[in-house]
């Protein structure tokens, strides 16, 4: 899942492989966070994605005057280093990147400035460029990008409760059922029977704690229970026994209302329930969440803390190491030798930094 979440932005071609990048630090060695290369580009509200390859995409982004960013960059796990790539189409910062069935990766939505986009584009691994695809009915930033079983994907609100499916085999969005509130800023989580949870986020009505279930066979969203405590700007992973971990957040204070608390919801019951707190307050740490190989999920945003969870144990525990300062909108990409790629944010000045780390569980 990739979730298009952001403040308010007035808050706030070469191709891959073919670049100079900046000298890389030595590989970690101990478990940990250790400092990675940097970026070319300081980014937050990026999009990070998994190529087939082992490679790391970065897309878009704001940078330090709060501008979308239209660049892009590839991250060599074996090089240790940052390589430039094709450019966007469009500036996007706070869109969705997901990797398709194909090996491409869709690019859609965010803002391009104060407006949201409904554009979309997608991202050729083989020549390292963009070309734009279909664009959805309705613009959408602060919404949530989901895969589903099929390859499909759905888009939900951003800001309102229309959603939309794109098809990779057509190139083109279809409409499907609408949400029973308007939301930004939720989550859309993939369960094991192929519906999607939906859970918080945040509308004029103020932040919610409404959840609710799609059916991509029927095309229609329906109540399921609801969150402990309302929640925008939070996280949600699926956990090994299908059941799903929700945390951090905040309410309608924003960052005077940030959570440690967490919960989990059991979709064989359809209720949430409360969970062990995290060390941390966190909250705009969706993309900054990784599920590792042994089933822990790893929580990188929100603080200069790295913590996972352990749902054998059901605890959480501060992992060794930390960021040089609380970052919002970064990115956590598990990669393919089990390590962590921990990417940009921006810190509580809303400074965006091109600085990364390595997560060795």
């Given at each position: 899942m990739r979730t298009l979440v952001i403040s308010s932005l007035t808050a706030l071609t070469l191709l891959a492989g073919t670049s100079k990048a900046t000298e890389a630090p030595l590989a970690p060695t101990?478990?940990?966070?250790?400092?990675?290369?940097?970026?070319?580009?300081?980014?937050?509200?990026?999009?990070?994605?998994?190529?087939?390859?082992?490679?790391?995409?970065?897309?878009?982004?704001?940078?330090?005057?709060?501008?979308?960013?239209?660049?892009?960059?590839?991250?060599?796990?074996?090089?240790?280093?940052?390589?430039?790539?094709?450019?966007?189409?469009?500036?996007?910062?706070?869109?969705?990147?997901?990797r398709l069935r194909s090996g491409r990766v869709l690019v859609v939505g965010g803002w391009g400035g104060s407006a949201r986009l409904a554009s979309a584009e997608v991202y050729d691994p083989g020549t390292g460029r963009f070309r734009r695809t279909g664009s959805m009915a309705?613009?959408?930033?602060?919404?949530?990008?989901?895969?589903?079983?099929?390859?499909?994907?759905?888009?939900?609100?951003?800001?309102?409760?229309?959603?939309?499916?794109?098809?990779?085999?057509?190139?083109?969005?279809?409409a499907t059922g609408a949400m029973g509130a308007q939301r930004v800023a939720h989550t859309a989580t993939?369960?094991?029977?192929?519906?999607?949870?939906?859970?918080?986020?945040?509308?004029a009505s103020g932040v919610l704690a409404a959840a609710e279930l799609?059916?991509?066979?029927?095309?229609?969203?329906?109540?399921?229970?609801?969150l402990t405590v309302p929640?925008?700007?939070?996280?949600?992973?699926?956990?090994?026994?299908?059941?799903?971990?929700?945390?951090?957040g905040s309410n309608d204070r924003d960052w005077q209302g940030r959570y440690a608390s967490t919960e989990i919801y059991d979709p064989a019951r359809e209720t949430f329930a409360p969970a062990a707190p995290m060390a941390a307050q966190r909250f705009k740490l969706d993309e900054a969440t990784a599920v590792l190989r042994d089933g822990r999920i790893v929580l990188a945003g929100g603080s200069t803390r790295v913590e996972a969870y352990d749902p054998r144990r059901e605890t959480f525990t501060a992992l060794r190491g930390s960021l040089d300062a609380p970052r919002f909108f970064s990115t956590a990409t598990l990669l393919q030798d089990g390590s962590v790629l921990i990417a940009g944010g921006y810190d509580p000045g809303i400074r965006p930094t091109n600085r990364t780390w390595l997560l060795r569980p």
């Amino acid at each position: 899942m990739r979730t298009l979440v952001i403040s308010s932005l007035t808050a706030l071609t070469l191709l891959a492989g073919t670049s100079k990048a900046t000298e890389a630090p030595l590989a970690p060695t101990a478990t940990g966070v250790s400092p990675g290369t940097p970026m070319r580009v300081p980014r937050a509200a990026h999009g990070a994605t998994l190529l087939r390859n082992g490679r790391v995409l970065i897309t878009g982004g704001m940078r330090a005057d709060e501008q979308p960013l239209a660049s892009a960059e590839v991250y060599d796990r074996r090089m240790r280093r940052f390589l430039r790539t094709g450019s966007l189409t469009t500036r996007r910062v706070g869109h969705a990147a997901l990797r398709l069935r194909s090996g491409r990766v869709l690019v859609v939505g965010g803002w391009g400035g104060s407006a949201r986009l409904a554009s979309a584009e997608v991202y050729d691994p083989g020549t390292g460029r963009f070309r734009r695809t279909g664009s959805m009915a309705e613009p959408r930033g602060g919404g949530a990008a989901t895969t589903l079983a099929d390859g499909r994907v759905l888009v939900t609100g951003g800001p309102g409760s229309s959603a939309e499916v794109y098809d990779p085999a057509t190139g083109r969005f279809g409409a499907t059922g609408a949400m029973g509130a308007q939301r930004v800023a939720h989550t859309a989580t993939l369960l094991r029977d192929g519906r999607v949870l939906v859970t918080g986020g945040s509308n004029a009505s103020g932040v919610l704690a409404a959840a609710e279930l799609y059916d991509p066979r029927t095309g229609r969203f329906t109540p399921t229970g609801a969150l402990t405590v309302p929640r925008h700007k939070h996280t949600a992973r699926r956990l090994p026994d299908g059941r799903v971990l929700i945390a951090g957040g905040s309410n309608d204070r924003d960052w005077q209302g940030r959570y440690a608390s967490t919960e989990i919801y059991d979709p064989a019951r359809e209720t949430f329930a409360p969970a062990a707190p995290m060390a941390a307050q966190r909250f705009k740490l969706d993309e900054a969440t990784a599920v590792l190989r042994d089933g822990r999920i790893v929580l990188a945003g929100g603080s200069t803390r790295v913590e996972a969870y352990d749902p054998r144990r059901e605890t959480f525990t501060a992992l060794r190491g930390s960021l040089d300062a609380p970052r919002f909108f970064s990115t956590a990409t598990l990669l393919q030798d089990g390590s962590v790629l921990i990417a940009g944010g921006y810190d509580p000045g809303i400074r965006p930094t091109n600085r990364t780390w390595l997560l060795r569980p």
